[in-house]
C-alpha cells in the first residue's frame, strides 16, 4: 500500500524553464541534504553516540574521498535531471525523459549512490555507531525504494526503453549485474 501511495505521487515535471529546473533541483538538493545527510545523522548519533576504533587516518581519508565522490556525482546527476531529462530528483516533479548519459550510463541510480557514498563517509569520518547503524539503515530502505517504487513506476511511464536501458545498466555498481529489474 505504502509503496503504490509513493509510486503514485512521482508526476512528470511541467517546468519549461531551465534555470527553473535548475533551482529547483538546487533547492530540493538542499533540503534533502539537511535532512537525511545532516539531520538524521546527527540524531542517530545522538542516540548512540559509541565511538567505533578506526585509525584517525582512515577516518579522514576514506571518509573524504567517498564524501567528496559522493558530492560530485550527486551533483552531476542532479544537473543532468535538470538538462536531459526536463526534470528534478523531486517525485512530483520528476524528469520527462529517461536519462541514460553521463552517470546514468554506469548506473541506473547514480544519485542514491552519490547520496549513499555522503552518509557512509560521515559514518566513517565521525566513526559513530549511530550514524553506521543509520547508514545501514538507509542503504536498505534506498534499495527497497527502488526495486518497489521506482523501477515499477519507470517501467510504467517509459515501457521498453526503460526494459532496455534496465539490460544494459546495473542499478547499483558499474560493471556488476545482479539480476534484471
Given amino acids: 500500500m505504502l509503496y503504490r501511495w509513493l509510486r503514485d505521487i512521482i508526476r512528470p515535471s511541467t517546468t519549461q524553464s531551465l534555470v527553473a529546473l535548475l533551482f529547483k533541483s538546487i533547492l530540493n538538493a538542499v533540503v534533502f541534504f539537511a535532512i537525511f545527510m545532516i539531520g538524521l545523522p546527527w540524531v542517530a548519533h545522538q542516540l548512540l553516540p559509541r565511538a567505533l576504533p578506526l585509525p584517525a587516518s582512515l577516518r579522514v581519508l576514506a571518509g573524504g574521498a567517498l564524501g567528496l565522490m559522493g558530492a560530485a556525482m550527486w551533483l552531476t546527476c542532479l544537473v543532468s535531471f535538470s538538462c536531459y531529462g526536463k526534470g528534478t530528483p523531486f517525485a512530483p516533479d520528476a524528469p520527462r525523459y529517461l536519462v541514460t548519459r553521463g552517470l546514468f550510463s554506469f548506473t541506473r541510480n547514480p544519485i542514491m549512490a552519490g547520496e549513499l557514498l555522503v ?62 529489474c
Wanted: with cysteine; charged share 25%; hydrophobic share 50%.
Fill in 119 to 180: 552518509i557512509w563517509a560521515e559514518a566513517l569520518y565521525l566513526a559513530s555507531v549511530g550514524i553506521v547503524l543509520y547508514a545501514v539503515t538507509i542503504s536498505v530502505i534506498a534499495h527497497l525504494l527502488v526495486v518497489r517504487v521506482e523501477e515499477p513506476e519507470l517501467r510504467d511511464r517509459f515501457g521498453a526503453r526503460y526494459e532496455e536501458y534496465c539490460r544494459q545498466v546495473p542499478r547499483w555498481l558499474p560493471g556488476v549485474r545482479w539480476r534484471r
